[in-house]
């Protein structure tokens, strides 16, 4: 099975950037459909990107549309994601995950692998 390790959460102002990596080992990235999710305090998990195996589909959430870009790298083996003009309401631990089966790759449930998550904090 895939092991997941995200990585490049921090601390950063409202309006800033950062990019999150998700580094796969244990099985070829290529074999998976990939998603990002967050989870803020007292809240639900919330999907935040999707990109297909061959990153020729990509979705995103609508509180992240046209702020958010997930993309792939096969060859190294990881998924990013960039994330700007943030705000604090994106605060949040950020998984990401890894689909072999089919389904809905909005929802949490159609992924059965999953990181430990890495915190991302943006202050107003």
């Known amino acids: 099975q895939v092991q997941l390790v995200e990585s490049g959460g921090g601390l950063v102002q409202a309006g800033g950037s950062l990019r999150l990596s998700c580094a796969a080992s244990?099985?070829?990235?290529?074999?998976?459909?990939m998603g990002w999710f967050r989870q803020a305090p007292g809240k639900e998990r919330e999907f935040v990107a999707t990109?297909?195996?061959?990153?020729?589909?990509?979705y995103y959430g609508d509180s992240v549309k046209g702020r958010f870009t997930i993309s792939r790298d096969n060859a190294k083996n990881t998924v990013y994601l960039q994330m700007n003009s943030l705000e604090p309401e994106d605060t949040a631990v950020y998984y990401c995950a890894a689909s072999l089966l089919g389904g809905d790759a909005t929802t949490a449930p159609a992924y059965a692998y999953w990181g430990q998550g890495t915190q991302l904090t943006v202050s107003s």
């Open positions: 244990g099985r070829t990235l290529s074999r998976y459909v």
């Open positions: 990109i297909s195996r061959s990153g020729d589909y990509i």
